[in-house]
């Protein structure tokens, strides 16, 4: 055991709650007490999995001076209420992306960290990916260049707005999955863009009640250089992955081409031709394998270092206005100029 253990929960025992815990369940440096979830059956399968007590309510965490630090792992638009409660408490916290879904609540969670001097981190996960981490090293190393020219696509498998995620329509690609790409796009241009035109559909989503779009892309222009970032929620539930993620970029002296959504295993039956997401999160019993734990191990390096945490509430306020950029831009038809 750690002699400097943080005492952690996990609020949310979705998908990606499972994350955290299993984190937090295979690491010295933590030791998780607590999780707690809207549904109560499912937090205490949670707790039983993970040897740890189920909280009724966020209220429940908060109270609890033994908890020093929070996974806030809540659908994409009740992080608000979330972060603010929980940083009043002065808990710390690693927030899953996107920070919010609209400019206000973001600014209010970062108002709330600012106050109360919380260490918080946003989660984006996908900084840790193998492959962006070795693009942007030889970026870092002036091997490539300069960017110059970026297109990303990451989309998802219809079944996961219609079956998994029952807030579907209180989200969106560009929340749940665009988030990630811009962010991608400012850690590989190591910049953020100057302006911003968008363009979406509303169709075969809100034809089945959920009232979101089905498909974003947007155009980010840089002082040198310019990123295209398309976003789906229908990719038919055919296709041979969740997720449909690739990444390219052009700089002035090199390319980079990934496709993550291979990643070298093909399980195949009468039913699907599978191609599974083995990188991010792998379960290994009370541990794991996968890159998605590593920002998780950082946030708790930070809580006991008393450093910043490497990626800040700001990137995610940032992410969250360039967003809603976006979705004005969609809204208006025009190029909205962004703040220098």
Known sequence: MSENQVNVAVVGCGIFGEVHATTYAGIEDANLIA???VDPERAADFAERFDCRACASVAEIAADETIEAVSVVTPDCYHRE???????????M????????SVQDADAIALAVDETGVTAMMDFHN??????????????RGEMGRPQVMYARLSDRIEVATEWLAWAGRSGPEWFLGSHLVDLAGVLFGKQPRRIFADGRKDVLAARGIDCYDSVQMHLSYDDGMATLETSWI??????????????LQATEARADIDM??????IVDDGR????????????????????????????????????????IDDGLENVRIIAAAMESIQTGQVIELDA
């Open 35 to 37: 999780v707690c979830d």
């Open 82 to 92: 979330v972060c603010v409660e929980l940083a009043s408490s002065g808990k710390h």
């Open 94 to 101: 690693i927030i899953e992306k996107p920070l919010a879904t």
């Open 127 to 140: 900084r840790y990916h193998p492959a962006i981490l070795a693009a942007k090293a030889r970026l870092d």
């Open 235 to 248: 990719v038919p539930n055919a296709w041979p992955a969740v997720c449909d993620f690739y990444v390219s």
């Open 261 to 266: 959504s291979n990643q070298g295993a093909t």
């Open 273 to 312: 031709y599978d191609r599974p997401f083995l990188f991010g999160h792998t379960p290994m019993g009370r541990a794991d394998f996968g890159f998605m734990s590593y920002p998780i191990r950082d946030f708790i390096r930070a809580v006991q270092s008393g450093q910043p945490a490497p990626c800040t």
